[in-house]
């Protein structure tokens, strides 16, 4: 994704719209909020609280499931990003809980480059049972 | 315009449900020849053609259907705004209207979506043996299921879940009681694609398709058409007295689409734009919250029809879990919604929605609804939403 930067610590960088400061993930050709077409780059917090989910458990072809997907409220910014860690059932993930920015390695491709993916893991540790990684095939914890 | 503005003079739908031997074209011109004959006019005295499709790629529908009920050689307008689609078409004829092109214009949404599966939000790309960033993002592989969800149901599962955390009060079992409201009603409408109630705990056993959303919380995919014969007030004077009697008045007509926030860039804010129509709507109309006998709201998911109590202003802000617990929503509470099953069982061929909306409506209105008849109904109000996002809201009141 070119909103990761994995170096020196792993966070996401906005596009910040220099007039507003409406920030934005993707490429703009102007401001959404204000049609401004000058933006600067803006690192966001790396925690932040979990403001809604849901658990997908029925997806296209090929996506494994159950998996949780939410928006993350990161110090006033809107992420959209899977909680990982987690049991992915109701019990285990709740609306306010508080989460920080996690990477794994999505995959290799056939010339062994790995490609970085980013998720949430809640802060807390204590709803993440020690047997949550079995519940995520494929995917591999940073 | 002229003061007496915008009359519905005759509107049909088909069954909605699987109807394998008709197309597009047969199902748009079922609803078509049915809105002209319960309007008591011809393809002749049209001025103008909206026809509303989402899943034929492209085709022609308008002129399609013209070949098959009248080529008059009017103009038409083929139009696609998501979910709302059928609502747009009904909206371009009103225009028309309006701007005095004509008198009298027809309507129509048709929709072939039996058997279709899940549908997801944006588009995706297959995988590639090596990875190069691509797109906007920059991203090496589909990220639907990776980077959230862009699915209906989990989009929407979010969005109650959200308003579930701002206002509190809702639970799996609290969202599986506005489905079953819409199951239950869905048994007095003889044109619903399910007529079967359903118990809360049936819901919450079934599959689990977006937590909380489990399959009988989600639309019916189906297939359906509705049409709608529009006219001036001023031509519906010079019209007969059964004619004027029937006729039902369209009080508000209001599409938006999402004004900026600082959310609807990574989950589509269907917040906004709603409550902007309807703040608008009843603006315009000088009808409000407490004067509808019914509405009929676009409930693609039970979490969707909680949302939109609020942004319907039907309830204070913040008070859509006490409005169903106060049974208002229910056909014998204060404010029935979606008697007609709503799009969980009644279904949802997309862009027949908008305008099958307006039927029931109008259903009621006319004291011709059948068993499901709301009694003395005289103002209602119907609501579609199209992800991405696009709003329709219209207020109707039975002829004085
Ligand atoms: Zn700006």
Redesign the interface.
């Given at each position: 994704?070119?909103?990761l930067r994995l170096e020196p610590s792993p966070c996401l960088l906005a596009h910040e719209c220099v007039a507003c400061g409406?920030?934005?993930?993707?490429?703009r050709n102007a401001c959404?909020?204000c049609s401004g077409t000058s933006f600067r780059e803006a690192e966001l917090p790396t925690e932040g609280e979990l403001?809604?989910?849901?658990?997908?458990?029925?997806?296209?072809p090929g996506?494994?499931?159950p998996?949780v997907?939410?928006?993350v409220d990161c110090g006033?910014?809107?992420?959209?990003?899977?909680v990982i860690n987690v049991v992915p059932d109701?019990d285990h993930v709740r609306?306010?809980m508080k989460v920080r920015l996690a990477t794994y390695v999505?995959?290799v491709?056939?010339?062994g480059?790995e490609?970085i993916?980013?998720g949430f893991e809640p802060l807390d540790g204590a709803t993440t049972p020690a047997d949550a990684r079995e519940t995520e095939p494929g995917k591999e914890q940073p | 315009m002229s003061d007496d503005g915008i009359w519905i003079l005759g509107i049909h739908m088909t069954k909605f449900g699987k109807h394998p031997d008709k197309d597009v074209i047969d199902l748009a011109a079922e609803a078509a020849l049915g809105a002209l004959a319960d309007a008591g006019v011809t393809m002749r005295d049209l001025g103008v053609l909206a026809a509303g499709n989402l899943m034929s790629m492209g085709a022609p529908t308008g002129q399609l259907l013209q070949k098959q009920i009248g080529q008059t050689g009017i103009p038409v307008y083929n139009v696609s705004n998501a979910c709302a689609t059928g609502a747009t078409a009904l909206r371009t004829v009103i225009m028309a209207i309006k701007a005095g092109e004509c008198d009298l214009g027809l309507a129509v949404g048709v929709e072939k979506l039996a058997g279709a599966g899940l549908l997801a939000g944006g588009t995706r790309k297959q995988e590639a043996p090596t990875w190069t960033p691509q797109g906007r993002y920059g991203a090496v592989a589909p990220i639907d299921g990776r980077i959230g969800t862009e699915t209906m149901p989990g989009v929407f599962a979010q969005i109650g879940l959200e308003y579930g955390h701002r206002y509190g009060g809702t639970s799996f079992e609290l969202f599986a009681r506005i489905s079953a409201k819409n199951h239950a009603h869905s048994t007095l409408n003889p044109l619903a694609a399910y007529t079967k109630a359903m118990s809360v705990e049936e819901i919450m056993n079934d599959v689990m398709i977006a937590y909380p959303n489990t399959r009988p919380m989600c639309s019916a995919n189906c297939d359906g058409a509705a049409a709608a014969v529009l006219v001036s007030g001023a031509k519906l004077r010079t019209l007969d007295p059964d004619q004027r009697r029937r006729a039902v008045k369209v009080s508000a007509s209001v599409l938006t689409s999402d004004p900026w926030t600082e959310s609807c860039q990574v989950l589509p804010d269907v917040n906004t734009l709603t409550r902007q129509a309807a703040l608008a709507a009843y603006e315009s109309s000088g009808v409000s919250p407490d004067d509808l006998d019914l509405v009929e709201l676009h409930d693609c998911f039970a979490t969707a029809e909680l949302v939109h109590y609020d942004n319907l202003m039907l309830c204070p802000e913040g008070g859509a879990v006490d409005f169903f617990e106060s049974g208002a929503p229910f056909r014998d509470g204060s404010l029935p919604v979606n008697v007609s099953g709503g799009l969980q069982s009644k279904g949802h061929p997309i862009a027949a929605t908008g305008i099958a909306n307006v039927y029931e409506i109008c259903q009621h209105l006319r004291g011709e609804a059948g068993d499901r008849q709301i009694e003395g109904a005289r103002v209602g109000l119907a609501h579609v939403i199209g992800l991405g996002s696009a709003c329709g809201v219209h207020v109707l009141e039975r002829a004085a």
């Open positions: 994704m070119d909103y409406a920030r934005f993930f993707d490429r959404a909020a403001r809604t989910f849901t658990i997908v458990s029925y997806a296209a996506i494994p499931v998996f997907a939410g928006v006033g910014t809107s992420v959209r990003a899977n109701a609306t306010g999505v995959g491709d056939s010339e480059t490609a993916g980013f | -």
